[in-house]
Every structure is written in structure tokens, then in C-alpha cells.
T-cell receptor, first 111, second 116 residues
Framework: GNSVTQMEGPVTLSEEAFLTINCTYT??????LFWYVQYPGEGLQLLLK?????DKGSNKGFEATYRKETTSFHLEKGSVQVSDSAVYFC??????????FGTGTSLTVIP | GAVVSQHPSRVICKSGTSVKIECRSL??????MFWYRQFPKQSLMLMAT?????????EQGVEKDKFLINHASLTLSTLTVTSAHPEDSSFYIC????????????FGPGTRLTVT
């Protein structure tokens, strides 16, 4: 089956700290992988994506690399800002175009 | 591009009444739309998948008679919560997939439903 496992939060970091949010998946076939961000009271926004093994998605200083050998898609950012405080969801989409979401990781960045 | 809107953004209704939530793709045609439900501090739960002009496919455990979905056109899908109860209070999010685009889904901003 298809599933996504994310590290549990909440995560609290100081501004300019390094961020890693772990995400691993199980899937049949060759899924595409995504990170979405949700700000308080809002819907999901696509942060980055990767469609095949070894692809690196990047956006707004965030990066994630599709690792087929470890079935992982960890999110990283070198220097977080207060404005990055949000909930981050890892997701995969497979041939049926159905999305499978992780449980979300809440990030709070303090000045 | 690829904007999805939802209306209303917030709604409060009394127990026993019905509420309709609209999901529109503003600048693309969506052959498929999805409805999700999100409980506080939890992930999104897929409720149903709707294809334009056909009946929606509901996920296991979702009452199709309670959550009526109509995908009337390539840019509009509606979710009607019938005979709402307080336990239906939740954040409902729709997403839309452009025709021919693999794996892309664009999410609406969500609708906060509170049933009193």
C-alpha cells in the first residue's frame, strides 16, 4: 500500500537554525513526492516536489531529495525565519492520482 | 495560475440544517476534484473524489448521503453537508487536478464549518 510517515512535532527552533523534517514513504510503483505548507487558518500550499528518484525539489530556501534507496524525502532549510512557522505535510501521489499525506509537523521559529 | 477558491471561508450553522461549500478552479479546467476533511492538528483525510459529470467516489467510512458531492462543471464542485451535527464541525479543503496533468493538485484555502 501507500503511506507517508513524518517525524512528529512540534518542532521549535531559533531563527537562523538548521531545519530537518524527516519523511519516509511506502508506495507501489514510482510515486511523486511533495511537501506542502499550511499557515494558520489557511489551505495547503505546494512548497516543492520531486517526480523521480534523485530529483531535488527546492523553493524559498527549502530543499528535499527523492531517495529511492532509503524511501525518504526529508525537508531541509539552512536558516529558518520566523515567517517559516507553519505546519509542513509530506505527501505522495501515485498512479491513481490520489494523494497520501503524512500527519504534519508543526514548526515554530522563535526570534 | 492554478488558483482554487472555496466559498464560504467560514460558516456557522445550526444542528439539523444543510450547508453547501463551493470549490472553483479559477484559471484551469479540473477534470477531477477532491474533498478532504482536516481535524485539529491532524492530517488531511480524503473524503471523496469527483469527476465532472459522474458520481463521486467516496472513501470507506464516509457517508455519501450525508456528504453530497456534485461536480457540475469543469470548474465547479460542491459539497453539501446535510442535516449537520456538531461532530461535522471541521475544516474542509478541496483540491482540483487539471486535465492531463499527472499528480498535480491545487488546493483551495479551506472552509471552516462550525455546527452549533
Amino acid at each position: 500500500g501507500n503511506s507517508v510517515t513524518q517525524m512528529e512535532g512540534p518542532v521549535t527552533l531559533s531563527e537562523e537554525a538548521f531545519l530537518t523534517i524527516n519523511c519516509t514513504y511506502t508506495a507501489t510503483g514510482y510515486p511523486s513526492l511533495f511537501w506542502y505548507v499550511q499557515y494558520p487558518g489557511e489551505g495547503l500550499q505546494l512548497l516543492l516536489k520531486a517526480t523521480k528518484a534523485d530529483d531535488k525539489g527546492s523553493n524559498k530556501g527549502f530543499e528535499a531529495t527523492y531517495r529511492k534507496e532509503t524511501t525518504s524525502f526529508h525537508l531541509e532549510k539552512g536558516s529558518v525565519q520566523v515567517s517559516d512557522s507553519a505546519v509542513y505535510f509530506c505527501a505522495l501521489a501515485n498512479t491513481g492520482n490520489q494523494f497520501y499525506f503524512g500527519t504534519g509537523t508543526s514548526l515554530t521559529v522563535i526570534p | 495560475g492554478a488558483v482554487v477558491s472555496q466559498h464560504p471561508s467560514r460558516v456557522i450553522c445550526k444542528s439539523g440544517t444543510s450547508v453547501k461549500i463551493e470549490c472553483r478552479s479559477l484559471d484551469f479546467q479540473a477534470t477531477t476534484m477532491f474533498w478532504y476533511r482536516q481535524f485539529p492538528k491532524q492530517s488531511l483525510m480524503l473524503m471523496a473524489t469527483s469527476n465532472e459529470g459522474s458520481k463521486a467516489t467516496y472513501e470507506q467510512g464516509v457517508e455519501k448521503d450525508k456528504f453530497l458531492i456534485n461536480h457540475a462543471s469543469l470548474t465547479l464542485s460542491t459539497l453539501t453537508v446535510t442535516s449537520a451535527h456538531p461532530e461535522d464541525s471541521s475544516f474542509y479543503i478541496c483540491s482540483a487536478r487539471p486535465g492531463g496533468g499527472p499528480y498535480e493538485q491545487y488546493f483551495g484555502p479551506g472552509t471552516r464549518l462550525t455546527v452549533t
